[in-house]
């Protein structure tokens, strides 16, 4: 079946310009995950989606930074006012359960995101 | 919040050899370790994961280990090929949050 896909693949954009990234998670997956990843660094959390509940936004690096899930599926990755400190490319992941389960976190091909 | 660290940064060994990576925990609550390989350019794949109910797992030439009381847990890998090449990284998670990752290592199989 279809993996996690994100859009787009790649993203210009000048500096104080809104982005929006997108992924479509698995078909059935009710945990969704953002992560950040600067270059030659690790994955940085940012944001969690589970199921109806609450995201957790504790990972979120500023105020500049939303998102949203609609109807427990897609979700959009907003950045406002983008910085260059922005660039990096932004990773989304899906799973079956909830996050410290056993169910493997499937992550997409991410979208690089490149503030001039 | 939870924090890993992961060593080394980098390491380089000979095709055919064992290469160990180390990452350690500061949640005593963490209980699922999962580790990825991320290739040049490409997303991060599970390789191998465990949780804090056992002690070691093994799966063809990868093994992981955890030590709950010292909060650290390894990656090995034995008979290294040159496609074992990557970023490794190891993560933790409690449950309630998603993972936390160690900042990786670049292994570097030498033919």
């Known amino acids: 079946g279809a993996g996690v896909s994100q859009s787009p693949s790649n993203k210009v954009t000048e500096k104080g310009k809104d982005v929006e990234l997108r992924c479509d998670p698995i078909?059935?997956?009710?945990?969704l995950y953002w992560y950040r990843q600067s270059l030659g660094q690790g994955l940085e959390f940012l944001i969690y989606f589970q199921g109806n509940s609450a995201p957790d936004k504790s990972g979120l690096p500023s105020d500049r930074f939303s998102a949203e899930r609609t109807g427990g599926s897609v979700s959009t990755l907003t950045i406002q006012r983008t910085q260059q400190e922005d660039s990096a490319v932004y990773l989304c992941?899906?799973?079956?359960?909830?996050?410290?389960?056993?169910?493997?976190?499937?992550f997409g091909p991410g979208t690089r995101l490149t503030v001039t | 919040g939870e924090n890993v660290e992961q060593h080394p940064s980098t390491l380089s060994v000979q095709e055919g050899d064992s290469a160990v990576i180390k990452c350690t925990y500061s949640d005593s609550a963490s209980n699922y370790f999962p580790w990825y390989k991320q290739e040049l350019g490409k997303r991060p794949q599970l390789i191998i994961d465990i949780r804090s109910n056992v002690g070691e797992k093994k799966d063809q030439r990868i093994a992981v280990t955890l030590n709950k009381t010292a909060k650290h847990f390894s990656l090995h890998i034995t008979e290294t090929q040159p496609e074992d090449s990557a970023v490794y990284f190891c993560?933790?998670?409690?449950?309630?949050?998603?993972?936390?990752f160690g900042s990786g290592t670049r292994l570097q199989v030498q033919p």
């Open positions: 993560a933790a998670s409690t449950g309630r949050r998603a993972l936390t």
């Open positions: 078909s059935g997956h009710t945990a």
């Open positions: 992941a899906s799973s079956l359960a909830r996050a410290g389960d056993r169910y493997e976190q499937y």
